[in-house]
């Protein structure tokens, strides 16, 4: 079985720009999670969607948006970049959510902004 | 508010050694789930163990048991034989069974030593 895909693997955009990364995740998992992974703030959650539907949300502002597909294939977007975006960006997927249901983390998105 | 402490920023140990990494978390939720993920420098999250709030007995997963202690809620992971490939970014985690929102600690890193 295919693990959690992420791409790109690495981007590099400038201030004011805007990103889009994709995650793909394991076949069957119909729940998918996005965390944000910096030096400075540790791993942070940003956003669940379950079945196409965001069920949770972190303390991220608007700029941070995502949303999923009907394939379980999930899309983060960042408008308006800032140098403080550059980070790690991990996907993580699970069969279903709660109690021990293990999340399975993609390789991550390596966002620099300059 | 839920919190996860993980106060040991960087450890150094002997290989063959046995280790523990302190996690303390906070909340008043009574139904929760505690993680451990390893993170080498790959940067690619590998979930480790699994340890539900009202589990009676501590998880163990091959080398790698949690020290659960309700009352003082702390979930310290032990790894026991230490190995070279054991040398990695640790981190705690906790999920709330109401919302699945998944809090981070900041990490432990983990040096083993030949």
């Known amino acids: 079985k295919a693990g959690v895909t992420q791409t790109p693997r690495y981007l590099i955009k400038t201030r004011g720009q805007q990103v889009t990364l994709s995650c793909s995740p394991i076949?069957?998992?119909?729940?998918v999670s996005w965390y944000q992974q910096t030096p400075g703030q540790g791993l942070q959650f940003l956003f669940e969607?379950?079945?196409?539907?965001?069920?949770n949300k972190g303390n991220f502002p608007g700029r941070f948006s995502g949303r999923q597909f009907s394939n379980s294939r999930s899309e983060m977007n960042v408008s308006t970049l800032e140098l403080g975006d550059s980070a790690l960006y991990l996907c993580?997927?699970?069969?279903?959510?709660?109690?021990?249901?293990?999340?399975?983390f993609g390789p991550g998105t390596r966002l620099t902004v300059l | 508010a839920q919190k996860i402490t993980q106060t040991q920023p960087g450890m150094f140990v002997q290989e063959k050694e046995a280790v523990t990494l302190d996690c303390t978390y906070d909340?008043?939720?009574?139904?929760?789930?505690l993680f451990w993920y390893k993170q080498p420098s790959s940067g690619e999250m590998i979930f480790l163990i699994y340890?539900?709030?009202?589990?009676?007995q501590n998880a163990t997963e091959g080398r790698y048991s949690l020290n659960f202690q309700k009352a003082r809620k702390s979930a310290n992971l032990v790894i026991s034989a230490s190995q070279l490939g054991d040398s990695a970014m640790y981190f705690c985690?906790?999920?709330?069974?109401?919302?699945?929102?998944?809090?981070f600690g900041k990490g432990t890193r983990l040096h083993i030593l030949p």
């Open positions: 993580a997927s699970s069969s279903a959510t709660g109690g021990s249901n293990e999340q399975f």
């Open positions: 076949s069957g998992h119909r729940s």
């Open positions: 969607y379950f079945s196409e539907t965001q069920r």
């Open positions: 909340t008043s939720d009574p139904s929760y789930g």
């Open positions: 340890q539900g709030s009202y589990d009676q």
């Open positions: 985690a906790m999920r709330l069974n109401r919302d699945d929102k998944i809090i």
